[in-house]
């Protein structure tokens, strides 16, 4: 396969350790995993509900319900009812909201990997084996095992195998859509998770003893090549370091305390949303909505030019 296909495969999987090795030496890295916000609103619902918008359709798609007329608003409503009615028991309950919630914020990951999936599915039977993908991102390796460019390459080619057989779940050595986003995104799924560490670790641990020491903590983040004067941040981590990291005071981190650090079980905002939904759409408290009890609360969950047009009035008076 030609270079070009080759090199954005290689770097997406690289992606975690390369955006490191490429930062200033006073900057910050960022290891931390956090979910990011359901919208970039605020979540007000005295000034509209485009928060609720975004959080229940996705951002991309909240805006599309823009343009819409309150009837075709309301329509559409109802076919996405019935997707989110996982059980077809009739109602949604807040576990299946929550649910359809975390799957609209990760519509900018499917696309995603959408882009890359032709570039992979070299036999175009809807499915990418190992082998297709080894041969795309490691093809001129294969061919010339001798680079020059300093990479690793069978070290690369060994972690990606690894955490593709992770993401390959029935362990036929071939990832569907779903096995394959998992390879690609890791830290999106429950059970990548120990991936996601272990590969954090052995970028980190550079004395290889299945640790992370103050130094190699310190060390990740903080490039002492210039030997200017250490700024502020890096104390303060060293401090994190050894009040909050280290947690059972052994002086280096293990799996779990670096699983806490790097993927920390933030507030979830999906359940939160979820139940905000439920409470403001139950109109008979039964604890889970009706399709009616939603569709007469349509303007919380979608926008439309109704909507839209009562917020340009707003903004006009602003000016």
């Known amino acids: 396969p030609m270079l070009g296909m080759e090199i954005r495969p290689l770097l997406m999987c690289f992606a975690l350790c390369v955006v490191y090795a490429t930062s200033k030496p006073t900057e910050k890295k960022e290891r931390v995993h956090h979910d990011a916000p359901l919208s970039s609103r605020e979540h007000d619902d005295a000034q ?23 009837e075709e608003s309301k329509r559409r409503l109802g076919v996405i009812v019935v997707k989110i ?24 990951i499917y696309e995603n990997v959408d882009r890359q999936w ?17 041969n795309v991102t490691y093809g001129t390796y294969l061919d010339d095992p ?11 080619m060994a972690r990606d195998e690894r955490r593709f057989k992770m993401a390959d779940q029935n362990g036929d050595q071939i990832a569907n859509k779903e096995e394959f986003t998992a390879f690609l995104h890791p830290e999106e799924y429950d059970h990548m998770k120990d991936i996601v560490v272990l590969e954090t670790m052995e970028d980190i641990d ?33 401090e994190q370091f050894s009040e909050f990291r280290d947690k059972n005071k052994d002086g280096k981190m293990d799996r ?11 507030y979830d905002h999906a359940e939160a949303e979820a139940k905000h939904l439920v409470y403001e759409s139950d109109s008979n408290k039964d604890g889970k909505l009706s399709k009616e009890e939603i569709l007469n609360k349509y303007d919380l969950f979608v926008g439309s030019q109704a909507t839209d047009f009562g917020e340009a009035l707003v903004r006009h008076d602003e000016f």
């Not at 032709?118 to 080894?134: A, L, P, T």
């Open 118 to 134: 032709k570039d992979f599915d070299v036999n175009n039977d809807g499915m990418i084996s190992w082998e297709e993908y080894r």
């Open 48 to 70: 509209g509900f485009d928060y609720d918008h975004d959080a229940f359709l996705g951002q991309k798609e909240a805006k599309s319900f823009d343009e819409l007329s309150p």
């Open 85 to 108: 009615d996982g059980d077809s028991d009739g109602f949604v309950t807040e576990v299946e909201l929550k649910a359809w919630i975390k799957k609209a914020q990760k519509k900018y």
């Open 146 to 156: 001798e680079p020059d460019d300093g990479y690793n390459y069978q070290h690369m």
């Open 256 to 266: 779990e305390e670096t699983m806490d650090w790097i993927l920390p079980s933030d």
């Open 206 to 238: 550079k004395n290889g003893d299945g640790f992370i020491d103050l130094n190699e903590y310190i060390g990740d983040m903080y490039n002492h090549e210039d030997e200017m004067e250490e700024p502020d941040w890096v104390a303060t981590e060293r």
